[in-house]
């Protein structure tokens, strides 16, 4: 059959409540124009982000109601690290409320002033906690251009890791990191040759490795849908793989791990996984729970059985790949080939009469809301933007208009409606008006900034 279903059927149900683009208006004007200010009940499909928006199993629901919640020791505990490490392997297993408190973690022991870790693309977080830290947040992506196909646009590009260790020295480097998908770089996969490449210029260097693995069975099913090779190799079995090759990872389970909270940091180090449970202890929560329920880590262990179910990989690819594919059909400028989680706009193309100083990209979030109830999120000069010395915008490389699908959650007719408003968007682009900012927080200021849009 050419026909990719929904591998599950749906037994209960939300509500979508419905607003007039009249109410849209003022809702957004009372949000500043930046709709992570919205309420959620505001919103009428909400691809602001897949976070933590996964509709979880009836095996999932089931399993909550299993858990041990005691505080040490509990059984929850131990299902979930042998389902960490069942795909890992990694020798310890730390649980962590969601992915930036392992971030936090590894970072405050490896990153000071005067260090360096390098990423194909950090995530937002993992920038700001390597930052926080003193040390230096280096991108090494390929740089290939959003309307440019290629199969693997995650990749780190390896010479320029080569180049980075001779220049700063291998002491100076904690850490490597490796994003897979690559979330900020277009939700782009990364090939197991460009992981095990990393790998080996980590070992040759004696640097650490490690994985941002959010989406690593995202990034495993296009592994094997497009390396050669791979083609027959179960999905998990290419998991596996791809952690044979690192030290340790990071990992947000609102992703990868199918449910609404938790994460974890794992690694082989025995030291660095004593200190890092010290930390963990005095912020987060004892070594068995990290901050969790314990039932969390019930829904994890099972999440991370699902997740890695192939008519589910199938499914979840195919449907991204749908709304890019109804969006490319009318022209709207996408960045190519659609990621795993998400579709992303380059609103470069998209609003070409608005200069990046005017941040395109939040321009065209806040006409998707108001035409037709979609939140989505900037990744461009928002997000990304620095000023220079003289209070000038030093803007991101790509001015991007993520629209992430949670999953499990939409089906296809919603996503249907999704093309419809983008496409209309679209059509009336030249009326997009340029945005200003009128406040913003000095870290992340994308989540709290206050915007205007600039009469014209
Ligand atoms: C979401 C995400 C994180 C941070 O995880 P949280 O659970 O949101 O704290 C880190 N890296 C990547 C690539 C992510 O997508």
Not at 275 to 295: C, H, P
Request: glycine share 8%; proline share 4%; aromatic share 8%.
């Amino acid at each position: 059959m050419k026909t990719i279903i929904e591998p599950f059927k749906i037994k209960m149900v939300e509500q979508l409540r419905f607003t007039t683009v009249e109410e849209r208006k003022q809702l957004l004007e009372a949000a500043y124009y930046n709709p992570f200010l919205l309420r959620s009940d505001d919103v009428l499909i909400d691809l602001l982000t897949d976070s933590g928006t996964t509709a979880m199993s009836a095996k999932q629901w089931s399993a909550l109601i299993d858990g041990d919640e005691a505080y040490a020791g509990s059984r929850s505990y131990y299902k979930f690290e042998d389902a960490v490490k069942d795909i890992t392997g990694f020798k310890h297993v730390i649980p962590t409320h969601q992915g930036r408190a392992a971030e936090k973690i590894i970072f405050s022991i490896l990153g000071q002033e005067g260090k360096i870790i390098p990423n194909n693309t950090h995530f937002d977080t993992t920038r700001a906690n390597i930052e926080v830290s003193g040390a230096e947040a280096v991108d090494l992506p390929l740089g290939i251009k959003p309307e440019v196909l290629a199969d693997f646009k995650g990749n780190m590009d390896t010479e320029a890791l080569a180049e980075l260790i001779k220049r700063v020295g291998r002491e100076n480097i904690p850490v490597i990191m490796l994003t897979v998908t690559n979330n900020t770089g277009g939700g782009q996969p990364v090939s197991m040759a460009n992981i095990r490449a990393v790998s080996e210029i980590a070992r040759a260097n004696g640097i650490p490795f490690y994985l941002d693995a959010c989406r690593f069975a995202e990034n495993a099913m296009f592994i094997k849908l497009r390396e050669p090779g791979y083609a027959d190799v179960p999905v998990k079995k290419i998991a596996q793989e791809m952690f044979s090759y690192a030290d340790g990872c990071t990992m947000s389970a609102k992703k990868d791990g199918l449910v609404n909270t938790g994460g974890f940091l794992a690694m082989n180090d025995d030291a660095l996984a004593m200190n890092s449970r010290n930390v963990l202890i005095v912020t987060e929560g004892f070594t068995t729970y990290g901050g969790l329920a314990r039932r969390d880590l019930e829904a994890i262990a099972r999440g991370l059985v699902e997740v890695l179910e192939e008519p589910y990989l199938e499914y979840r690819l195919r449907s991204v790949q749908y709304l890019g594919d109804a969006l490319e059909a009318q022209g709207v400028p996408i960045m190519r080939p659609t990621g795993g989680h998400a579709v992303y706009l380059d609103a470069k193309r998209f609003a070409s009469h608005l200069p990046q100083e005017q941040y395109p990209g939040q321009s065209i979030v806040c006409a998707l809301y108001e035409h037709g109830g979609i939140r989505s999120v900037e990744i461009g000069s928002v997000m990304f933007g620095k000023y220079d010395t003289r209070g000038a915008l030093i803007p991101s490389q790509m001015e991007l208009v993520r629209l992430a699908i949670p999953r499990r959650v939409y089906t296809q007719s919603h996503i249907d409606y999704v093309a419809e408003v983008v496409c209309e968007v679209f059509a009336k682009r030249e009326a997009l008006p340029g945005m200003r900012i009128t406040y913003e927080a000095p870290v992340l200021r994308h989540f709290t900034a206050h915007f205007e849009r600039i009469a014209g």
